[in-house]
């Protein structure tokens, strides 16, 4: 009975790896690559960041000014300058449709404008998220991370290493037959980093279509996201006489003495309100701030407290995802990363050499095994948390059966 089960594990992992390896191994290689983006975009930003301080700076709101009148955008944020030699950057539009605009504060010239989704990383970034397919291939890649989350888990349920002692954990065979040592180099580097795999597999997949969408889904029901004040739209000025400068907010927003990058998010009209924010990687300091653009009176103060706690979640298993918390934490991602890229190409060599000439070679399970009860369940749980797995494993079971259901009609019929 153990036999049967270790091997209908088998065949699942097996079949899982054929749906998901390649995808997984673009993963791999463009995650590996975007680790690097701020090294590659360093030198592009520096020189429309960086400026001679000569004379008295132009003011903030002059600044202002001169972004929307030297600019198609409307300018929606302004990132605060962190000294005198640095240019002050505009921003308009978020995520994907994201632009910068780069003003001199000395001459009022403008620098350089950046659109996010003309950039080379934010190209390796798409790729990576949705293998430039749109949203169709988002629904590929969370098919492949959904996958590879129960790769992981039989994985591990296969290689555990029965009756020869925790020598297993760090032997390989390297006699005999080839195939065992890239099965060894591929189950033994699965196992080591496989904690590390499901963190960065739980801070990709809130973001997916499906999953990520009935992530959402529970996130409202439950209040455990953001705060409905934390985005300000439920917050109003109240016109009376004349608004505050973009000078004046700067200043409240030096006097905050938040942590990290600083923005100041600018009024639409004459009813919004200034929000000034901060975005760190010590997810303890985050802030939000919301004033009333006539008075200054603060309307709202968000902090990392107000937060629900699958928001909390999500946002620091998206942090070590992307190596945010230092150098420690962009290490392990880089090696976890390259890790994930020996055991796709040890996995394919070991299959290829295994696999024989016009077959499958999936592993088989005798007809007659049937699961317990605690494995079904498992099972079905799985496919409806992970949506997209629990479809495609209903359409390769359908497969299966017709197969079977044709096989005996087809022996029937040679009987007869």
Known sequence: MKNNLYNWIWKWHFIGGLISLPVILLLAITGTVYLFKDDYEKPIKEKLMTVKAVGEPLSYQQQWEIAKQNWDRMPNAMEMPTSKTETTEFVSGMFSHKSSLYIDPYSGNVNGK???????????RKLHGELLMGTFGTKIVELAASWMLVLIITGLYIFWPRGRGWK??????????????????????GFWFSLMLLLILAGGLPWTDVFGSGFQWVQNQTNTGYPTSWQGRTFSSEVNGQALTLDDMVRTAQNLNLKGNVSISLPKNKNAVYTISNQTSDLN????????????KLLYHGSWEDIGVLMKTRLWVMAL????????????????????IVMSITAIISYIKRKKKGEWSIPEVPSGFSLDAGIIIMVIILGILLPLFGLSLTVIYLIEKRKVILGQKNTVQTAE
């Open 168 to 189: 297993g954990f760090f032997t390989i065979c390297t006699k005999g037959n080839k195939r065992i040592v890239y099965r060894d180099l591929h189950a033994i580097t």
């Open 114 to 124: 950046i659109q996010l989704d003309q950039t080379d990383m934010h190209k390796v």
């Open 285 to 296: 300091r985050l802030a939000v701030y919301h004033f009333d653009q006539y008075s200054g």
């Open 321 to 340: 995802h992307q190596g945010e918390f230092g150098f420690w934490n962009w290490l392990l991602v880089l090696v976890t990363a390259l890790a994930l």
